[in-house]
């Protein structure tokens, strides 16, 4: 019966631990959704509140361009990756997935400001997932821990594609291809800057372990032979006759 209890609350305390995971990315979600919603109903743009290359009123965008979206297919298309590798970040590497998100969602904005193409405003999570995804990626990699690196193949498969949207493949790309590299080289930065910190390879025990006694040469602890009396007095003997 106890042993049923134990079970049960390891079950219990697994489902509170992704559902504290989720709480970001879903509270993420629903703020670009109800954006959106907003501007279906009132008939509004906030496409303004995307980030500007070189221009003061662009700046803006570094904080709320990720959960603006041009229509309804495109929120779609950021929702589902930014569920699946927002809550993997948080529940794999939940004591420091606050901050890494926080640096990805920020940094890729500014590097997106710095070196994106004027005249254009860029709008959408994409950035910050390619970060997700680079950053969880290649943390399994560096750590060389087996779960993660499974979840780095997980990414692979699931996302795989993602690297082709890196690259002005041709000119004038209908996505911001510079929001995608921006996220990508914050997420091998901060993947490299935390490599020592939350989940690590365990060490095996016997690595620190110093071994109780070490033999020592047979010869060091070689009881010395043990005269034999009878052998004395026969050379005793044999001494007194010659």
Avoid: C
Avoid at 192 to 198: F, P
Wanted: proline letters at 5%; glycine letters at 8%.
């Amino acid at each position: 019966m106890s042993e049923l209890k134990g079970n049960n609350r390891g079950r219990f305390s697994e489902k509170k631990r992704v559902l504290y995971s989720m709480l970001i990315p879903v509270f993420f979600i629903f703020v670009a959704f109800t954006l959106k919603l907003v501007e279906t109903l009132e008939d509004v743009s906030f496409v303004e509140l995307g980030v500007k290359p070189h221009s003061l009123e662009g700046l803006w965008g570094i904080l709320f361009s990720p959960l603006i979206h041009a229509d309804w297919d495109h929120l779609y298309a950021n929702a589902v990756p930014m569920l699946v590798l927002g809550t993997a970040l948080f529940y794999f590497y939940r004591d420091i997935s606050f901050k890494v998100f926080v640096f990805i969602y920020l940094f890729t904005g500014i590097l997106l400001w710095a070196g994106g193409r004027t005249g254009s405003w860029h709008i959408g999570a994409s950035g910050v997932i390619y970060g997700l995804g680079t950053f969880l990626f290649l943390s399994g990699i560096i750590r060389n821990y087996i779960p993660l690196i499974s979840l780095s193949l997980t990414v692979v498969f699931l996302y795989g594609s993602l690297f082709w949207g890196m690259f002005p493949i041709k000119w004038d790309l209908p996505y911001s291809w510079e929001a995608h590299l921006s996220g990508t080289l914050v997420g091998i930065v901060l993947a490299v800057v935390y490599r020592n910190e939350g989940p690590q390879k365990s060490i095996p025990e016997w690595f620190y372990e110093e071994e109780e006694s070490e033999e020592e040469p047979y010869w060091v602890n070689a009881e010395p032979e043990k005269e034999d009396p009878r052998q004395d007095k026969s050379d005793e003997t044999h001494l007194k006759f010659t």
